[in-house]
């Protein structure tokens, strides 16, 4: 089972649009799978609506679960959700932090059932707090007190820094890759993004962070991992070489993961 915490942003007036590639991805296989919306990039009731509607152009037969729609809230239907599911199961956390911290407070032993947890943010090469430290954090600091619980819950954490998946890049060539209702939809949700990506780092390709994190959770064919120690400081940003040990995202191949993600959307 794969449970999917996303502040989908694509369908809003502003944020990030990476979410619903990353959600794409996730539902375009065999598994079973459950959405979860969480405030960040717009939202909790904004993102709520926009996994709906990605969903529903799908025809994925998911849950859709209400999330947090501020730091530190606690028993959302999100939360009540996870922790209540026994099975085995792969987290994709591509948004704060809130529901995760919240499930392993109504259930301890929550994180013994999880095989792997990916989460995105931190960053290898500064110290990514605040701009011009680019790319600066987002979901760690968006519930700092949640991050800090999630990184010292023992579970098998992947992390996916912002500047490794700040590579990966996709543009107008791809986009046009996707095929049917699901490429139309993804080409205009993230139309405004390209714009804002030419205009603001002068590229006509836009990053797709969340993407990423959701491919190495699928598994690990083109991306490079490392094991680190890492926690989180209460600032919200990681600190590595001290903690638990995680796995890092440290590289990937492009065309071998835009090849995966095609070959999946695609054949969905």
Request: aromatic share 8%.
């Amino acid at each position: 089972m794969i449970f999917v915490s996303s502040d989908d942003g694509l369908g809003s007036r502003s944020g990030d649009v990476d979410d619903a590639f990353a959600v794409a991805a996730l539902l375009a296989g065999s598994w079973e799978v459950v959405l979860a919306s969480v405030f960040g990039n717009t939202s909790e009731a904004q993102a709520y609506r926009n996994l709906h509607t990605l969903r529903d152009l799908m025809r994925a037969p998911v849950p859709v679960e209400h999330g947090a729609t501020r730091r530190g809230e606690a028993g959302t239907p999100a939360a009540r959700e996870l922790a209540r599911r026994k099975q085995p199961m792969t987290l994709v956390a591509i948004g704060p932090l809130t529901d995760l911290a919240s499930a392993l407070t109504l259930d301890p032993t929550l994180a013994t059932r999880v095989k792997e947890c990916v989460v995105v943010g931190g960053n290898l090469t500064s110290l990514g707090r605040f701009p011009p430290l680019w790319p600066h954090e987002f979901n760690f600091t968006a519930d700092r007190k949640a991050t800090r619980a999630v990184f010292s819950a023992g579970m098998p954490l992947t992390v996916v820094p912002l500047d490794v998946a700040g590579r990966f890049r996709l543009g107008r060539r791809e986009l046009e890759a996707i095929e049917g209702p699901l490429g139309d939809y993804l080409r205009s949700g993230s139309e405004r993004w390209i714009r804002r990506t030419r205009f603001v780092h002068l590229r006509s390709e836009f990053a797709v962070y969340d993407l990423l994190a959701a491919l190495a959770g699928l598994g690990r064919e083109g991306v490079t991992c490392e094991r680190k120690l890492a926690r989180a400081h209460p600032s919200g940003r990681i600190v590595w070489n001290e903690g638990l040990e995680v796995e890092v995202v440290t590289g990937f191949d492009h065309a071998r993961l835009v090849e995966r993600f095609l070959a999946l959307v695609n054949r969905a």
